[in-house]
């Protein structure tokens, strides 16, 4: 089992920039976070794998940036130029192989 630490996130005015942290327990082949805004579903914000491909969002792209150091199992999410629809709880999560393992959560709040 994988047990996982987020870090960062907090509030900025819209422009402004948060980092996310997520360490994770042991090596893991997908990393990333979701996110969830009141009222909505959960969504895919980005991701990255072990061997450094990414996946992002359409409406992250170019704003933010995910990346990985694999020898501390940790994985983080820069984010810049926040939005205010921005605003969400952000989970990250780890998949080894099949199982996915879930952080906390994160608020992030960007007020315009």
């Known amino acids: 089992q994988v047990q996982l630490v987020e870090s960062g996130g907090g509030s900025v005015q819209a422009g402004g920039s948060l980092r996310l942290s997520c360490a994770a327990s042991?090596?893991?082949?997908?990393m990333g976070w979701y996110r969830q805004a009141p009222g909505k579903q959960r969504e895919l914000v980005a991701t990255?794998?072990?061997?450094?491909?990414?996946n992002y969002e359409d409406s992250v792209k170019g704003r933010f940036t995910i990346s990985r150091d694999n020898a501390k199992n940790t994985a983080y999410l820069q984010m810049n130029s926040l939005k205010p629809e921005d605003t969400a709880v952000y989970y990250c999560f780890a998949r080894p192989l099949v199982s996915t393992y879930w952080g906390q959560g994160t608020q992030v709040t960007v007020s315009s």
């Open positions: 042991g090596s893991t082949f997908v």
């Open positions: 990255m794998t072990s061997g450094g491909s990414t």
